[in-house]
């Protein structure tokens, strides 16, 4: 099995041992992003906001491929606010994803200081 890196600059750099992206057998999977702008730093806002920069994120490891969430098979999300912040997460989640819509976790989680994480697998083409 190949494992290819995947690094881009429109998506924020690794805090510790992980790659943006990973490629391997026909997928690319992401790292976990948040509502990091690679230029400015965290976005503030609620989670609307930061689901909004997440995805943005997201869709630039997915670019490096030539690829795009109608490519993304699995989605896994944390949210430090599961009760209060998932119908206004998925409303701005609803933006950019589009039916059919990929499998997606949504679970509540301990994050640091944002409201948001996403993690998608997606398929490569051809």
């Known amino acids: 099995m190949t494992r290819t890196p995947i690094t881009t600059s429109d998506a924020p750099r690794p805090a510790g041992g992980y790659s943006q992206g990973i490629v391997a057998n026909g997928f690319l999977y992401t790292a976990g ?8 730093g965290v976005v503030e806002g609620d989670v609307a906001e930061q689901t909004r920069r ?3 994120n997201v869709a630039a490891v997915l670019a490096t491929h030539g690829l795009g969430f109608e490519d993304v098979v699995k989605a ?12 206004a997460f998925d409303a701005a989640y609803r933006e950019v994803l589009v039916a059919p819509y990929p499998v997606r976790t949504t679970v509540g989680s301990q ?5 948001v994480e996403i993690d998608v697998v997606a398929v490569l083409r051809g």
């Open 33 to 40: 992003f948040g509502p990091h702008d690679p230029a400015t």
């Open 54 to 56: 997440t995805l943005r």
């Open 76 to 87: 896994t999300v944390h949210l430090q606010h599961l009760d209060r912040d998932f119908a």
């Open 111 to 115: 994050l640091a200081n944002i409201l």
